[in-house]
């Protein structure tokens, strides 16, 4: 495996949380591949910030994901705690589809000295659930999986949701509004 592999693996340590190798190595490959081509190092995705629409929040991006992924894990267990099999929820889908959907994010945005990261040119005319998408198809992660990182944001507001993107969609903006984020 590749050094940024196990940067990677280090810096967000929920990929674990797949217990499916394959799904997990296709998840992490996606990562690698935005990493490459967005033009970020481990290092300086250490530095993103969380959002740039909410002022002086010092969340970084990798905080987040492995909050909300880590989030999506405990509401899947409670719900499966209390509802058993009256329930189908697939607990591996559901933490790849965390751990993709921002994955686009690496190109939505470039790094940035100052700021730790900007808009970039690709962000004009995709933003991240598109690129995330695109990132996971490359990898062959499953439908179910893509679904998650496609309908997760308000792209996938008139588009009927998965439990598992139920899940990870309120998970994602239970992060982004208790800080102040919008919409
Ligand atoms: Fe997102």
Excluded: C
């Excluded at 790849?96 to 994955?103: E, I, P, Q, T």
């Amino acid at each position: 495996m590749s050094e940024v592999y196990d940067q990677l693996n280090e810096l967000i340590p929920e990929f674990n949380e797949i217990q499916d190798e394959q799904l997990r190595e296709k998840t992490i490959a996606a990562w690698v591949d935005g990493l490459q081509r967005g033009g970020w190092t481990p290092q300086q995705l250490t530095k993103f910030p969380f959002s740039l629409l909410i002022e002086g929040l010092e969340i970084s991006f990798l905080e987040h994901i492995r909050a909300t992924a880590k989030m999506s894990a405990s509401i899947h267990d409670t719900l499966k705690e209390h509802y058993g099999d009256k329930l189908s929820l697939n607990r591996d889908y559901l933490i790849a589809g965390a751990l993709l959907a921002d994955v686009g994010k690496l190109m939505e945005y470039q790094p940035d000295d100052v700021k730790g990261a900007r808009k970039a040119e690709h962000g004009n005319y995709l933003r991240h659930p598109f690129s995330s998408v695109g990132l996971g198809w490359v990898q062959g992660l499953p439908d179910e999986v893509l679904h998650i990182a496609a309908v997760h944001s308000k792209e996938g507001k008139e588009f009927r949701r998965s439990p598992e993107a139920i899940i990870f969609h309120h998970a994602d903006f239970v992060d982004f509004q208790i800080f102040g984020g919008g919409y």
